[in-house]
């Protein structure tokens, strides 16, 4: 079945840098990759999505990147906040005859330093 | 206005009490699900209907008894509750099957002594 690592697992980074979080997957017919921010204490909350059409989305500071034949899929996050310290879940879709699930990555606790 | 409700927050019990958490959701969606969240954060389905009938039914103890009385509802059953239930159980909605947003509800933090 399908398999999503996803790393690092915790990422500290200097307020104003860019973060970057990989996610890679087992099912080459996955078609829906989103990404989920979860701050602390809170529920997790989608933050931009990507479908397998597309090669790359942008909103504002965040985008996300796919690269369908290395089955694998980023996050960046540029100019880096203190709000943007949570945990990033990645989750790949996979082929249409699954029973309707996401598969997750283990998620990755970034860190902003000031 | 929450669109994705459940109650209650917080549940402190004893090993072998029962307890149940309700969810709800006013966006209209069709699929309602409920993941486990534990220590180590990781985010786990437990169960998924669309429509008021069940299409997830992940490897989760049979203790565990979802109920959806309507669409709008999905009420999650522990039996004879054990320590390594305790966890977060987030409630969630979507309308689209799989590729659809989820919008999760608070989470239910569950401690069992």
């Known amino acids: 079945g399908e398999n999503v690592e996803q790393h690092p697992s915790t990422l500290s980074v200097q307020e104003g840098d860019s973060a970057v979080i990989k996610c890679t997957y087992s099912?080459?017919?996955?078609?829906?990759f989103p990404w989920y921010k979860q701050e602390l204490g809170k529920r997790p909350q989608l933050i931009i999505d990507?479908?397998?059409n597309v090669g790359e989305k942008k909103d504002q500071r965040i985008a996300v990147t796919l690269n369908k034949t290395a089955k694998h899929f980023s996050l960046h996050i540029t100019e880096t906040q203190p709000e943007d310290s949570a945990v990033y879940f990645c989750?790949?879709?996979?082929?249409?005859?699954?029973?309707?699930?996401?598969?997750w990555g283990a998620g990755t606790k970034l860190i902003i330093k000031p | 206005d929450t669109a994705v409700s459940q109650t209650p927050k917080y549940l402190v019990t004893q090993m072998g009490n029962d307890k149940s958490i309700k969810c709800e959701q006013n966006?209209?969606?069709?699929?309602m699900y409920w993941y486990k969240q534990d220590s180590k954060k990781f985010l786990k389905i437990m169960f998924s209907?669309?429509?008021?009938?069940?299409?997830i039914n992940e490897t989760v103890p049979n203790r565990f008894s979802p109920k959806s009385p309507d669409k709008a509802h999905l009420n999650l059953h522990i039996n004879s509750l054990e320590l390594g239930d305790s966890a977060v159980y987030f409630c969630?909605?979507?309308?689209?099957?799989?590729?659809?947003?989820?919008?999760f509800g608070e989470g239910s933090r569950l401690t069992v002594l």
């Open positions: 969630a909605s979507s309308q689209v099957k799989v590729t659809g947003e989820l919008f």
């Open positions: 966006l209209g969606h069709d699929t």
């Open positions: 209907y669309n429509n008021k009938e069940l299409i």
């Open positions: 099912d080459s017919a996955s078609n829906y």
């Open positions: 990507i479908r397998s």
């Open positions: 989750a790949a879709s996979p082929s249409s005859n699954s029973n309707y699930q996401l598969i």
